[in-house]
């Protein structure tokens, strides 16, 4: 098996304006405990030696096999865990199969790097502005190993080239694949649309007369939106223009930009345009920076099954609402497919997946050897002030990955499982409980180590308050990076607000006993793997689901967040929340994926 090694930034890379910060020491890290209840039962030795590939034993940086959707069955316990335990098997087999070297029998093409950007995954392109569709790029075998020494150290990464795409996004979108904020005093939750652009660079609305008129400003005058054009006149009775038919008027939000620089929200309830007051921070077009300076870059993958299932889908020879595949009859038709039109299904058994990943610049990471890293091209933003960043082209970068979510198919779950991860050195934990080996409830004292010494990535060693947005993608281009008064662009403090996602259970467990499940599972998966595996560096934040395709019932860790992609909606949120899956909509992949919107494979 082939050994992979990790690259830290090139020190003759110039990253323009950026001001990185300079860590002295290491970060602190997450430290699990190692009595939970469960330790040795999750994924016993035994267990993990079916992972792997037959007469394969544990090695470093040894590959893993992905998890098989297809005789996935969560139907009996193993003690003392509840059914949990097999959706929490299902999110850790399937990262570290991602995270596995491409084996070099030249099953996944001859490629050097990582499962995930093999050509068993594509990438996901942003939507286009003009067809309002996106598409499917295949990941080719172009990872070539760039190799570059520091500090006496050889370091190495996968060189992607354009084989995977990366930006700058909000932190997440809603129901109907769009930003969202919480409006102040009840909390209610808003799609934020955008309005048409004028040539000039105006947005649009309809005046009385139903025309389109370009709006130069909107001011505020007895708590009322008033709308000037461009030859400074009031616009009367306007009507605001929807990017989609589909958007409720009493539910979206457009949001226009004043000549004083302020920033107005506005919704049309009952047919009258009002004004809605966000959440200080609680839009989730909010840009996310780490503690060294980078911004975090985010890119949307979805395996080979998922692409062909789009595929048929999309040009007719599945129903439009067809749900994700889940049985072997289903699956076959996918292969069958896939054979006629010369597409490659590498692992079919993996079922329909999907992925999102958050990473940041390497630049002055104290430990970069600790991450996976890739060398990707990513947006570049000149500096126009304190509180304004110009997107202006793209620049090659260092990357190393900070957050992964994990979304399948399996038997029986045509929702998916929806699992997440954080690499260990991103964020502090709150206090929290969990059940011990002996039955006891234990108490882990908050992450307090504020005041002194180095920082978490995403949190100040002087850090007193948490999880409040500095800024969100805006400006006329829509595409600049503004700051949110009263802060200039930086990184704010983050703190992950529910340490292993509980809500509620099903299954009647505490809070302490679900935290001690998920606990648990990350102990046995670092007992199994071997010295200085970089997968060690990453643990499984939690996992959610429906108790089945029938009961709509979420389940597992069901108010579960990942602090690099819902930085700003941690504890008011679960994936279902954004991602529905209900008996409404019935599991419908055009309403349960955020990124169904995909032009077919050609």
Same mark, same amino acid.
């Given at each position: 098996?082939?050994?992979?090694?990790?690259?830290?930034?090139?020190?003759?890379?110039?990253?323009?304006?950026?001001?990185?910060?300079?860590?002295?020491?290491?970060?602190?890290?997450?430290?699990?405990?190692?009595?939970?209840?469960?330790?040795?039962? @999750?994924?016993?030795?035994?267990?993990?030696?079916?992972?792997?590939?037959?007469?394969?034993?544990?090695?470093?940086?040894?590959?893993?096999?992905?998890?098989?959707?297809?005789?996935?069955?969560?139907?009996?316990?193993?003690?003392?865990?509840?059914?949990?335990?097999?959706?929490?098997? =299902?999110?850790?087999?399937?990262?570290?199969?991602?995270?596995?070297?491409?084996?070099?029998?030249?099953?996944?093409?001859?490629?050097?790097?990582?499962?995930?950007?093999?050509?068993?995954?594509?990438?996901?392109?942003?939507?286009?502005?003009?067809?309002?569709? +996106?598409?499917?790029?295949?990941?080719?075998?172009?990872?070539? !190993?760039?190799?570059?020494?520091?500090?006496?150290?050889?370091?190495?990464?996968?060189?992607?080239?354009?084989?995977?795409?990366?930006?700058?996004?909000?932190?997440?979108?809603?129901?109907?694949?769009?930003?969202?904020?919480?409006?102040?005093?009840?909390?209610?939750?808003?799609?934020? #649309?955008?309005?048409?652009?004028?040539?000039?660079?105006?947005?649009?609305?309809?005046?009385?007369?139903?025309?389109?008129?370009?709006?130069?400003?909107?001011?505020?005058?007895?708590?009322?939106?008033?709308? !000037? #054009? !461009?030859?400074?006149?009031?616009?009367?009775?306007?009507?605001? /223009?929807?990017?989609?038919?589909?958007?409720?008027?009493?539910?979206?939000?457009?949001?226009?930009?004043?000549?004083?620089?302020?920033?107005?929200?506005?919704?049309?309830?009952?047919?009258?345009?009002? /004004?809605?007051?966000?959440?200080?921070?609680?839009?989730?077009?909010?840009?996310?920076?780490?503690?060294?300076?980078?911004?975090?870059?985010?890119?949307?993958?979805?395996? #080979?099954?998922?692409?062909?299932?789009?595929?048929?889908?999309?040009?007719?020879?599945?129903?439009?609402?067809?749900?994700?595949?889940?049985?072997?009859?289903?699956?076959?038709?996918?292969?069958?497919?896939?054979?006629?039109?010369?597409?490659?299904?590498?692992?079919?058994?993996?079922?329909?997946?999907?992925?999102?990943?958050?990473?940041?610049?390497?630049?002055?990471?104290?430990?970069?050897?600790?991450?996976?890293?890739?060398?990707?091209?990513?947006?570049?933003?000149?500096?126009?002030?304190?509180?304004? =960043?110009?997107?202006?082209?793209?620049?090659?970068?260092?990357?190393?990955?900070?957050?992964?979510?994990?979304?399948?198919?399996?038997?029986?779950?045509?929702? @998916?499982?929806?699992?997440?991860?954080?690499?260990?050195?991103?964020?502090?934990?709150?206090?929290?409980?969990?059940?011990?080996?002996?039955?006891?409830?234990?108490?882990?004292?908050?992450?307090?180590?504020?005041?002194?010494?180095?920082?978490?990535?995403?949190?100040?060693?002087?850090?007193?308050?948490?999880?409040?947005?500095?800024?969100? @993608?805006?400006?006329?281009?829509?595409?600049? /990076?503004?700051?949110?008064?009263?802060?200039?662009?930086?990184?704010?403090?983050?703190?992950?607000? +529910?340490?292993?996602?509980?809500?509620?259970?099903?299954?009647?467990?505490?809070?302490?006993?679900?935290?001690?499940?998920?606990?648990?599972?990350?102990?046995?998966?670092?007992?199994?793997?071997?010295?200085? #595996?970089? +997968?060690?560096?990453?643990?499984?934040?939690?996992?959610?689901?429906? !108790?089945?395709?029938?009961?709509?019932?979420?389940?597992?860790?069901? @108010?579960?967040?990942?602090?690099?992609?819902?930085?700003?909606?941690?504890?008011?949120?679960?994936?279902?929340?954004?991602?529905?899956?209900?008996?409404?909509?019935?599991?419908?992949?055009?309403?349960?994926?955020?990124?169904?919107?995909?032009?077919?494979?050609?």
């Amino acid at each position: 098996m082939k050994k992979i090694y990790l690259l830290v930034a090139l020190a003759c890379i110039s990253f323009g304006i950026y001001g990185f910060v300079e860590y002295k020491k290491s970060l602190y890290a997450t430290v699990l405990p190692l009595n939970a209840r469960g330790t040795g039962a @999750m994924v016993p030795a035994s267990l993990f030696s079916t992972w792997l590939p037959t007469g394969v034993l544990p090695a470093l940086n040894v590959f893993v096999k992905p998890a098989d959707g297809l005789t996935f069955s969560a139907t009996t316990s193993v003690a003392p865990n509840t059914l949990n335990i097999h959706f929490y098997r =299902w999110t850790e087999q399937m990262f570290l199969w991602l995270l596995s070297p491409v084996p070099s029998n030249g099953s996944y093409g001859s490629c050097n790097g990582f499962v995930f950007n093999s050509p068993e995954f594509y990438d996901v392109t942003a939507t286009d502005p003009v067809t309002g569709l +996106r598409t499917l790029k295949k990941h080719v075998c172009s990872g070539r !190993i760039i190799s570059t020494m520091k500090n006496g150290r050889r370091f190495e990464s996968v060189d992607v080239g354009e084989a995977m795409s990366f930006d700058v996004k909000g932190t997440a979108t809603g129901a109907n694949g769009l930003p969202f904020l919480f409006e102040k005093e009840t909390r209610a939750i808003f799609d934020v #649309d955008k309005a048409p652009i004028s040539q000039e660079g105006h947005p649009q609305v309809l005046d009385e007369n139903g025309r389109r008129v370009d709006v130069l400003d909107v001011r505020v005058s007895n708590d009322r939106p008033i709308f !000037i #054009d !461009i030859n400074q006149r009031i616009i009367n009775n306007p009507k605001l /223009i929807y990017s989609k038919p589909n958007l409720n008027p009493e539910t979206t939000v457009h949001q226009f930009a004043t000549l004083s620089g302020a920033t107005v929200s506005v919704a049309s309830i009952f047919g009258v345009i009002k /004004i809605i007051v966000p959440d200080q921070g609680q839009a989730t077009g909010d840009v996310l920076m780490s503690k060294n300076g980078s911004l975090v870059y985010f890119n949307s993958m979805v395996n #080979d099954v998922y692409a062909v299932f789009l595929t048929m889908v999309k040009t007719g020879v599945l129903p439009s609402n067809t749900k994700f595949p889940t049985t072997a009859a289903e699956l076959s038709a996918i292969q069958t497919y896939a054979a006629a039109h010369s597409y490659g299904i590498i692992e079919p058994n993996s079922m329909a997946m999907e992925l999102k990943t958050a990473w940041i610049e390497t630049t002055n990471l104290p430990n970069p050897a600790d991450y996976v890293i890739v060398k990707g091209t990513v947006p570049n933003y000149v500096l126009t002030s304190a509180n304004l =960043w110009t997107r202006s082209g793209t620049k090659t970068v260092n990357l190393a990955l900070v957050g992964m979510h994990i979304v399948g198919s399996v038997a029986g779950h045509p929702e @998916m499982i929806w699992g997440t991860v954080e690499h260990v050195n991103n964020t502090p934990n709150p206090t929290y409980t969990y059940t011990t080996t002996g039955g006891l409830t234990a108490t882990v004292l908050a992450d307090t180590n504020f005041g002194a010494g180095t920082p978490w990535l995403f949190s100040s060693a002087t850090a007193s308050s948490f999880n409040v947005s500095h800024m969100n @993608m805006g400006g006329m281009s829509g595409t600049d /990076i503004t700051s949110i008064f009263p802060f200039a662009i930086d990184g704010s403090d983050t703190q992950r607000t +529910r340490p292993f996602g509980f809500g509620t259970s099903a299954l009647g467990l505490t809070v302490a006993q679900s935290n001690a499940e998920v606990i648990s599972t990350n102990a046995d998966v670092n007992a199994r793997l071997v010295g200085a #595996d970089i +997968r060690k560096k990453y643990f499984h934040v939690g996992s959610t689901w429906n !108790i089945s395709a029938t009961n709509f019932t979420h389940v597992g860790t069901n @108010m579960l967040s990942n602090t690099t992609m819902e930085t700003y909606t941690q504890g008011s949120m679960n994936c279902f929340s954004c991602h529905t899956s209900s008996a409404g909509t019935n599991n419908d992949p055009n309403i349960l994926s955020h990124i169904y919107n995909c032009n077919p494979l050609p």
